[in-house]
């Protein structure tokens, strides 16, 4: 099978985040592969493993997203590309990024691609659908559960907590949702081998872009921090008394009984 | 300029969910004066066109076909892009549900446009306004613009209040058939979890629970107190994967994300992908045993302790309170 995963660099789920000149510090963060994504690579290659054939992830960034293609291989993946922007682009939305991935899907003769559902920084969750219908194949969002026979997919979808059963065939794009896998961490040995593994670096050039096809069509005016929450009240003394307190707030301070 | 603005209404067991309202809410926000056009789609939606009339949308299109039974992208895609050529609108509003979110990038692409998902709040208004969403898990929020003719966006339920629902109000309802051919998804099952009662996703009060829960048994006083609030009763991934209540009850990243009146974090330490899901809820109360729990950063009352404690004198102590 010729399988795609599509990667996103992200900020650690576990930063604080800060912004200064109505954009986020980046300076000295730690960066991660998004964790929805990392489903999808893991599926991807205990997919591989079952049915045969490669798995490649890409992504589209900077140089530094080379670290987060070098830990996916070192995961497993066979091969990974880095669709480099930095000299091209100031701005992207969705639709660039969709665009971008699928003009570099669009003769690779994939069998089936995954994605995480939604990257934790940004929050969207658009990109995998967006990609699906420039390809012109099928698709099916946050899955826990895929089966593959032959052409044939057995999903299991999550639905806001209510699972789907559905049947569709490849080829085929699915977004990862979690409880899909665990996804691996890689080994000593799989690091080691990662550093031979092919990642190919490309510019919007060698797909034959035009950056005036990918402009956004969406532009961020700003960034802020929601307002600093007052420290809340931690309730003191006896734990009645404490209960009797915070009811009565509830009711007259909150007014939300 | 006014805007012609289609929004897409979403049923759930046969009634419109709220999100609907609050998206016909956000559409006269952008429509400028303009026309305010509902738009269903199921297998039988009919009888729901009068409710989105009386919250405010100036007519209703319906496509019903037994195909339309099931959410599927592709045809609900097919019924949408019918109504969509015919109709012509310069927005387009979707609530931003699981179907949304399935299906609002795909029609995005398709017309080859911008789509600002996720949108909690509105500022200014008309061609002026400004789309606020959250990022990084709602640790921070951005304002977004659309830059192209024709504006797209979802809204976060619970997050834009709808109108007042005016019984008197009357508008058109017309339907539109549609050939759904080539469904490339078969729905083959689906498993309700969710519980009956108050959706979780736009309940005003949510008792949600964690590991510190300990057990199914466990949940109940958590029932209790949510039945007395009329609200719902939520969970953390913890108290899901340790198989104390179904994951339909799973607030956060992953799961729902809540923005109720009042949200109570039982046993819940407040991880960062628990927080996605509720902190935007208007009064946060978090009971823990432990003082340095996280939760109580977010928390605007805490209590320190023991839940099974705590809980029953809460109950005891609102019942007090609303026989008075
Ligand atoms: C990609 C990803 C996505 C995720 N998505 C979600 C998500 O959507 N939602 C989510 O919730 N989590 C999510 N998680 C998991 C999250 O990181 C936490 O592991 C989880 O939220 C912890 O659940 P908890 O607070 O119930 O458990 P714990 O962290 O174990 O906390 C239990 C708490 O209960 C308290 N406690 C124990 N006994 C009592 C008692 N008797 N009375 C009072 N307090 C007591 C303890 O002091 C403790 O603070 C996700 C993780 C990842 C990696």
Redesign the pocket.
Known sequence: MNIYALVKRTFD?EEKIAVANGKIVDDGAEFIIN??D??AIEEAIQLRDEHGGEVTVITIGDEEAEKQLRTALAMGADKAVLINTEDDLDEMDEYTVAKIVAEYLKDKDADLILAGNVA?DGGSGQVGPRVAELLGINYVTTITNLEIDGTSAKIVRDVEGDSETIETSLPLLVTAQ?GLNEPRYPSLPGIMKAKKKPLEELELDDLDIDEDDVEPKTETVEIFLPPAKEAGRVLEGDLADQVKELVDLLNKEAKVL | MSKKVLVLGEAREGALRNVSFEAIAAAKTVSGGGEVVGLLVGDAVQSLAEEMIQYGADRVVTVEHPHLKHYTSDGYGQAFMAVYEQEKPEAVIFGHTANGKDLSPKIASKLGTGLISDVTAIEGEGDDALFVRPIYSGKAFEKVKNKEDLLFFSIRPNNIAPLEKDAGRSGEATSVSVDITNLRTIIKDVVRKSTEGVDLSEAKVVVA??????SADGFKPLEELANLLGGAVG????????DYCDYSL??????KVVTPDLYIA?????????M??MSNSKVIVA????PE???FKVADYGIV??????IPMMIEEIKKVKTN
């Open positions: 789920t964790p929805y990392e489903y934790i979690q | 629970g964690g590991r510190g829960v300990k969970a953390s991934r913890g108290a899901c994967d340790a799973q607030i956060g990243q992953t799961g039982a046993g819940i330490s407040g991880a960062i992908q628990h996605a899901g009971i823990n045993k432990d729990a996280n939760i302790g023991d839940l099974f404690e705590v």
